[in-house]
């Protein structure tokens, strides 16, 4: 049997470990135990590899919005919507799929909010694991992993202490009707001050469907301080739940406690989780 790894913290591991404000009824630590302790298993990898609609709509509008500016004739073109859809092979997805990328395609063609940015880092979405940064210090340690879309140069951004910083704007695109949350702004902001200590950070998301922006998000050196010692918090946390997983696998359960009720029914896992309310789904 493998050893756990040693501490690691991502936005998506805070987000399972740590319901968001007001989603304590409908968080279960018992997910965080199929993604993370039982996924090699053959049922749970196959269950992982499925991608929801909607996850295939955020995928695709990531690749979207890299494939306009890594061709940025394409931003120009008349035909550039429709040469986008052919690059991202939009046909072979169902027709949601389709009709919802094409009018992300369309909305982003009309008003590029990239084209004057000096862009940094554009990530085509399916990158796979970054590089982890590695936090060291005295009374911790563990790895970051920070999955970022995109940061450009933001010119002249003025913050109450100082003026006219050169400063790096990370953003974050979103897809559907799901809210911010600000945790992950927070894990990216954290990321960057070890990645591009030179510089000031701000963040920010924007929703390509809905044309919607977040506030700027900006926080303090010892506010990232807090957020960095809670993140070591998180990592602990899990690497001690891995640990005892590992010792003894037949405490999932009570390591990774369930949380049954309607929510089961918009889980990955409910077709193989024995305490889902979802038995009709197991059977019908």
Not at 84 to 104: D, G, H, T
Not at 187 to 202: D, I, S
Request: hydrophobic fraction near 35%; include cysteine.
């Amino acid at each position: 049997m493998s050893t756990p790894e040693r501490p690691f913290a991502s936005y998506h591991l805070w987000s399972l470990v740590t319901p968001a404000a007001a989603q304590q009824r409908w968080h279960c630590q018992m997910r965080r135990g199929f993604i993370k302790a039982r996924q090699h298993e053959p049922q749970v990898k196959a269950l992982l590899k499925n991608v929801s609609a909607s996850q295939r709509i955020g995928l695709l509008a990531q690749r979207g919005v890299y494939e306009f500016h890594y061709n940025p004739r394409l931003l120009k073109a008349e035909n550039g919507v429709e040469k986008v859809a052919e690059l991202l092979k939009l046909k072979e997805n169902s027709e949601e799929v389709q009709q919802r990328v094409l009018q992300i395609l369309r909305n982003y063609h009309s008003s590029p909010m990239l084209s004057d940015k000096r862009i940094l880092l554009l990530t085509r979405g399916d990158e796979g694991f970054p590089k982890a940064i590695a936090i060291e210090k005295e009374n911790y340690n563990f790895r970051l992993y920070a999955s970022m879309d995109c940061i450009f140069i933001e010119q002249d951004v003025t913050f109450t202490s100082m003026s006219h910083v050169r400063t790096l704007h990370i953003l974050d695109f979103k897809t559907g009707k799901s809210p911010f949350d600000l945790r992950q702004a927070l894990v990216y902001l954290l990321a960057v001050r070890y990645l591009y200590p030179e510089y000031q950070a701000v963040a920010s998301f924007y929703n390509l469907e809905l044309g919607k922006k977040s506030e700027l998000i900006v926080i303090s050196n010892s506010e990232l301080d807090h957020v960095e010692n809670e993140l070591a918090d998180i990592a602990q946390k899990h690497q001690q739940d891995m640990y005892l997983f590992h010792e003894e696998t037949q405490k999932f359960s009570s390591i990774f406690p369930p949380n049954p009720g309607h929510h089961c029914r918009f889980c990955a896992f409910r077709t193989i989780c024995q305490f889902s309310n979802c038995s009709v789904d197991k059977h019908g």
